[in-house]
């Protein structure tokens, strides 16, 4: 079982649409989660970041972390065709030595107009 | 872009040739990483280095080395190349202190024939 488990999708919504990602962990000393966005053949860009349970708001992202069921969602609020990208959840205990983050498979969200 | 740039951005080679990718950091970052990026795999971690000269193994690192001779260089050595090492190959450097985030450069696509 992996560490890190996250619908690989490709997710299809229209312009407009809520979208809903999410990954599950096992692993409960993980305290910091990340949500990357990657466009097709760039590198992994960082979106959301939060420490330990509860929402984080920035525009239209809302990242939620729910630590007793070992589950984080990135919500998208009014999504635009432009935010069609694979998302990427990572996370990490945070050991202040390498950071040593687990990354999610990446769900494809496509957003037609 | 976090000041990270990779080069070649792109490379096609044969199988059992030497390989040398480059990662060039201009903010002075202490931790570098390189990951591979493979489909259904997401990014795992090969090498990463904590200081100059000072390297340690990621998951995945069979088959290659890294060195650090300078803070702002970073450099991954496939000794002698093999298909299974045809990947995209993305480094990082850690976000800034009290930060558990990576930001990642644009990325080298290998090709192994």
């Known amino acids: 079982q992996k560490e890190v488990e996250q619908d690989p999708g490709p997710l299809s919504v229209p312009e407009g649409a809520i979208v809903s990602l999410n990954c599950t962990y096992s692993?409960?000393?993980?305290?910091?989660f990340m949500w990357y966005r990657q466009y097709s053949r760039k590198g992994p860009e960082l979106l959301m970041y939060?420490?330990?349970?509860g929402n984080k708001e920035d525009g239209r992202f809302t990242a939620q972390v729910d630590k007793s069921s070992k589950y984080i969602s990135l919500f998208i609020r009014d999504s635009q065709p432009s935010d069609s990208a694979t998302y990427l959840c990572?996370?990490?205990?945070?050991?202040?030595?390498?950071?040593?983050?687990?990354f999610g498979a990446g769900t494809r969200l496509a957003v037609h107009p | 872009d976090a000041g990270i740039t990779q080069s070649p951005r792109h490379k096609v080679t044969e199988t059992g040739t030497p390989v040398t990718l480059r990662c060039h950091q201009t903010?002075?970052?202490?931790?570098m990483y390189w990951y591979r990026q493979d489909p259904g795999h997401g990014l795992r971690l090969i090498h990463y280095?904590?200081?100059?000269?000072?390297?340690d193994k990621g998951e995945v690192s069979d088959g290659y080395s890294v060195s650090r001779s300078k803070t702002e260089d970073f450099l991954l050595t496939l000794e002698s190349a093999t298909s299974s090492q045809t990947s995209v190959y993305f480094c990082?450097?850690?976000?800034?202190?009290?930060?558990?985030?990576?930001?990642f450069g644009p990325g080298t696509r290998l090709l192994v024939l």
């Open positions: 990082a450097i850690r976000g800034d202190r009290g930060q558990e985030t990576q930001y």
């Open positions: 692993n409960s000393a993980f305290q910091y």
């Open positions: 939060t420490y330990s349970s």
């Open positions: 990572a996370m990490t205990a945070g050991s202040g030595g390498y950071n040593k983050l687990i």
């Open positions: 903010e002075n970052h202490r931790y």
């Open positions: 280095s904590y200081g100059v000269k000072d390297t």
